[in-house]
């Protein structure tokens, strides 16, 4: 039914082409979805290595459309490429055309049961490195056909553009055609090593932080203000080292370089570090996965939404710092 559906829509769509363009070759699919993904990437480049074409495939493909429909489809802006206002009805139908393509793609797969399936999961670099890549041997038991992309990215994603099928993030993205899913909440505690506090001396209250160094995140690099959480414990800390890697961050504290304030999957168990003032001090994030609202449906999307809930509601303590490492499945 899907499959017929998708065939009327297209066939629909191409002959209200032809008939507002006789005597011209009707748009193709290929065209169309070069289009579609230079409005999304906002630049030829970025949309041609999306598709895996020449920079001038893309070109001659988007001049041969705008010369089928006789309109011009595209500006270029110190933004980027943006789509003309009256090209985006026409976008619209293509993006309509997408969604039932991927479903179509998606109920094929389903039926073909060794046919393997991509989906890329975008978050940062802690809780990418630090924790989901330590629960990827019991993915398979939630999406068996699935490989698993993770992408670690210190931005906001954009889903639109498909530079992710899946975004988990530490905020709300809140934007047009995502579905948002609260699904955990982590906490950050203060951590040090030994050798600082044989140094510096174990600060007793907050007020005693004052006297204390830190290492943290570059402040001119951060694209994510969720991650600006040394704020919620001090002002004006006196930062001894910067880095936009948390890995690095967590090294530097672990060599007695300074103070780091870390995620409990971060911090908990690495050698040379200790939980400091866990009693009197820690600040906490949400953690949430987006989708696409028109790819939620998808099987392969659904088993990765369905490993990461089962993995955050098992973890949920040692995310939270009750517990001190990972336990079994």
């Not at 999306?50 to 933004?79: A, P």
């Amino acid at each position: 039914m899907q499959c017929v559906f998708v065939g009327v829509f297209a066939s629909r769509f191409r002959r209200g082409i032809q008939s507002a363009h006789m005597g011209k070759d009707p748009a193709k699919w290929d065209d169309l979805r070069v289009f579609l993904e230079v409005a999304r990437q906002g630049s030829v480049h970025a949309a041609a290595k999306r598709l895996k074409l020449d920079h001038s495939t893309v070109c001659r493909r988007i001049d041969k459309l705008e010369s089928i429909l006789s309109v011009k489809l595209l500006d270029r802006t110190r933004k980027g490429i943006v789509v003309r206002e009256e090209a985006q009805n026409l976008l619209k139908h293509i993006e309509q055309m997408d969604v039932h393509a991927t479903s179509l793609e998606d109920a094929v797969t389903r039926e073909t049961s060794d046919v393997e399936q991509i989906v890329r999961v975008a978050t940062m670099e802690g809780i990418a490195s630090r924790y989901l890549a330590r629960r990827l041997h019991v993915f398979s038991q939630f999406a068996p056909n699935v490989k698993l992309e993770l992408v670690s990215i210190a931005q906001a994603v954009d889903l639109s553009r498909k530079e992710a099928d899946i975004f988990l993030s530490f905020f709300n993205p809140n934007a047009p055609g995502l579905r948002s899913t609260l699904y955990s909440t982590f906490n950050l505690y203060l951590y040090a090593s030994p050798e600082y506090i044989r140094h510096h001396g174990l600060p007793r209250s907050r007020g005693d932080l004052n006297n204390h160094v830190f290492v943290g995140y570059i402040e001119d690099l951060l694209a994510i203000n969720a991650v600006k959480w040394l704020d919620d414990i001090i002002a004006a800390p006196k930062m001894s080292f910067h880095s936009n890697s948390i890995i690095a961050q967590c090294s530097a504290a672990a060599c007695g370089l300074g103070i780091a304030l870390l995620p409990t999957f971060v911090g908990a168990g690495v050698e040379g570090l200790q939980r400091i003032l866990s009693d009197q001090i820690f600040t906490s994030r949400e953690i949430w996965v987006s989708v696409r609202t028109e790819q939620s449906h998808l099987t392969r999307i659904k088993g990765v939404i369905q490993f990461l809930k089962h993995i955050f509601h098992h973890d949920q303590e040692f995310l939270l710092g009750r517990a001190d490492k990972l336990s079994e499945f």
